[in-house]
């Protein structure tokens, strides 16, 4: 099959995609799911508070776990600086930066909330 312009090889592509997974990906749902790079990470953070670990950055998301106040753990560090997603307030600030980690004891990881890290 020869196609005549890429958008039209895109459109064939996406479409075969859902006919394969029945599922429609987006540009925003996919940015939000993706785990951040962890060639780099920060070891040894002890959260100021119990947070919860979500499977995206938004407190809307669902949780997978906990990370106990405290409690060693690690995040990624790639380029030093936190993903922006969802707004929240908590450990008594508000904002909208998240950290991908989790505690040491566990093999669940997920995004948390930077104002609850000593960063």
């Not at 075969?16 to 996919?30: C, K, N, R, S």
């Not at 600030?93 to 948390?112: D, R």
Request: aromatic share 6%; glycine share 14%.
């Amino acid at each position: 099959m020869k196609f005549t312009s890429l958008g039209t090889a895109a459109s064939a592509i996406a479409l075969l995609a859902t006919a394969l997974t029945g599922t429609v990906a987006t540009a925003g749902t996919a940015a939000a799911a993706t785990q951040p790079d962890c060639s780099s990470a920060l070891t040894n953070v002890k959260p100021k508070a119990t947070v919860n670990l979500r499977s995206q950055p938004k407190t809307s998301s669902t949780a997978l776990g906990t990370w106990g106040k405290g409690q060693k753990g690690g995040i990624c560090f790639g380029g030093s600086k936190p993903v922006t997603g969802g707004s929240y307030t908590a450990c008594g600030k508000t904002s909208n930066k998240w950290y991908f980690g989790g505690p040491n004891s566990t093999s669940v990881e997920g995004w948390v909330p930077a104002t609850c890290l000593p960063i």
